[in-house]
């Protein structure tokens, strides 16, 4: 099992920026895939980020690229995703997930955090 906790979100303009973190605890954390999924008002779940376990390779979602960075530091088990030049568009429930092993972060993944509210205003 792992437990995964978020936090750091929050009410920030457009043009600002956050950083969420997520705790977690249970399976080794560097053996585990990790990853941000988002869900906004009225839609479907949405992948944003994911890191493989040693950090060495990431991929995003198109409209966060050039804007966000995920990371993480496996000493700490945390995963973190810096939210650069928000916008109101990126207004979600954000949830950090896991899979076991090297298995890519998909529309199911296996463990979900309880999620944390980030509002971009206008």
């Known amino acids: 099992q792992v437990q995964l906790v978020e936090s750091g979100g929050g009410l920030v303009k457009a043009g600002g920026s956050l950083r969420l973190s997520c705790t977690a605890s249970?399976?080794?954390?560097?053996?585990?895939?990790m990853g941000w999924i988002r869900q906004a008002p009225g839609k479907d779940h949405e992948f944003v980020a994911s890191?493989?376990?040693?950090?060495?390779?990431?991929r995003y979602e198109d409209s966060v690229e050039d804007r966000f960075i995920i990371s993480r530091d496996n000493a700490k088990n945390t995963l973190y995703l810096q939210m650069n030049k928000l916008k109101p568009e990126d207004t979600a429930v954000y949830y950090c997930v896991a899979n076991p092993g090297s298995v890519a972060i998909g529309p199911a993944p296996r463990y979900w955090g309880e999620g944390t509210l980030v509002t971009v205003s206008s």
């Open positions: 249970g399976r080794s954390f560097s053996d585990s895939v």
């Open positions: 890191i493989s376990g040693n950090g060495g390779s990431s």
